[in-house]
């Protein structure tokens, strides 16, 4: 093919493939198998349907694009300079996977603006759309009216064969079929390789069949390498149905265009090296050197500028009559998007004192959500399957069903790896929607990458995890959670609390809700047993993650250090010792998340370095209490698996007494 032949569209299409090209040879890293294959569904994706303005990467009413198959990053990165992103320009994209660079090895929304979510495992991104989707399908039937419709965009994502085996996806394939969330179109990278090789190894299922049977609208594109138009009318085809998502299967050719790789795996995450580039530009007919884009491509690709302009002025239009006909609407949808709370919103959290009933933290977490589901119409979710396990759910809020989207009481099903990413994308919406989603916290080992991608991808998710200890009891040690807290804690930008009591439930809330706002996620994680109302316990205290809520006249002679349903053993403990002629430091520490955050006179302040007496007392894995405990320390904590047995008895044999506290704290003291 001769340069002279080739169409403005295929300048465009071959642009992509050899900004990929060139940036994975430069960096010799990467992957250029997608990016080649998949530039004309993409081209055309961009092109011809999807609604974004590159000036304004933010523009509320964008349709979202999501690249599931990450490793392909080089794809969305020449689209965002095509486009006419200021994120990326032609020096970003020579500094592919480079430090510093703002065109990292997978695409991270944090680094790239135009960029919606992170994406990397394989999986996480379809359904991440689908909680992008899910976002909005609900603010569409919140704030929408019969004649002013301001939430109104879709949903794309681009995933592969390694998506489509990963479990993550098939449980978000279900839940969105099951909703039908007409706004989000799938396009299948359908170019059968994997790095084993042909996909034949592994994967031979009718992928179609099994998205039929989840309740998509399903098309297959045959020839994704050439047929623009029916690529195209693949995508006119998919709006068209407004009940179901739809996937298009579009069959392409990896590393099209290389005359010795593609359609192999050799081609699909490595460079080509400098001899099959040189044989590639041949065979596509592309005459420029590395990273020069034609000006004809180039200037149609930047059209995108003018219509996003002009797509944006437009919404802006309707905005306008939407905010003069319904202010009241228009006021909390400005707040939504603005990510402001409601002045006062924190005033509804309960407070408690040592007369009132004793509850496990999982009741009082519902007092919580409900309260404030009352004054954040934003607060949104449910729990995999366990929704009367966990109480989550929010009275009177309706569950969010297919035709009822308006609604607020999200039912996962049993479902934790979908449920994670879909509360994410939910989050990345960017639209002020504060997403929580809850199981038994030994379940986070089921979603433990998107709590992590949360984490990661500054994204405001609240997990609410219920049944925190080996106190769950009779579901003996598969359910309970031993090493669990030690881990989620290690997890970097994660903040993890364990409240003692109401208060410290009514004050982990105010953390979570804040950070959420913040663009940060939070892991609340509540007891099945009933625990005490402590005095000295507050809702302030919980935000400096560890504070004092006992103390003694003077430098206390040992300092006991406790977390969730044990703070009250330590009270207890406390009062014996005292009442010994003892003087005696009880810590709550709900968070050690947050109180290794406080500056070196606060952290002094509660356990002061000259008192080396400390006993740290916490229902699973001693791991990382020595940190707090020092070298004289000791702990009161499970290092083996639990047991079947009533959560009673379980504590009381495994140690978790006032009796063995005092006993452990009086041999520290000696």
Known sequence: MAVATQSVQELCINSIRFLAVD?????KSGHPGLPMGAAPMAFVLWDSFMRYNPKNPQWFNRDRFVLSAGHGSMLQYALLYLTGYDSVTIDDIKQFRQWGAKTPGHPENFVTPGVEVTTGPLGQGIANAVGLAVAEAHLAAKFNKPDATIVDHYTYVILGDGCNMEGISGEAASIAGHWGLGKLIALYD????????????????DVSKRFEAYGWHVLHVKDGNTDLAGIAQAIEAAKAVTDKPTMIKVTTTIGYGSPNKQDTAGIHGA?????ETIATRKNLGWEYDAFVVPEAALNHARKAVERGAGYESAWNTVYAGYKAKYPQEAAEFDRFISGKLPEGWDQVLPTYTTEDKALPTRKHSENCLNKLGAVLPELIGGSADLTHSNLTELKGAGDFQKGHFANRNIHFGVREHAMGAICNGMALHNSGLIPYGATFLIFTDYMRAAIRLAALSEAGSIWVMTHDSIGQGEDGPTHQPIETLASLRAIPDLTVIRPADGNETSGGYKVAIEKSKANASTLLAFTRQ?????????IAGVAKGGYTIVDSQGTPDIILIGTGSEVSLCVSAAEKLTAEGKKVRVVSMPSSTLFDTQ???YKESVLPKAVTKRLSVEAASSFGWHKYTGSEGDTVSIDTFGASAPGGICLEKFGFTVDNVLAKAKALLG
């Open 271 to 275: 460079a080509l090296g400098p001899d």
């Open 599 to 601: 500056d070196a006179a």
């Open 530 to 538: 009933n625990v005490p109302n402590l005095a000295g316990t507050s």
């Open 23 to 27: 940036a994975i040879e430069k960096s």
């Open 190 to 205: 359908d170019n059968h390789i994997s790095i084993d090789g042909s996909t034949d190894v592994a994967f031979t299922e």
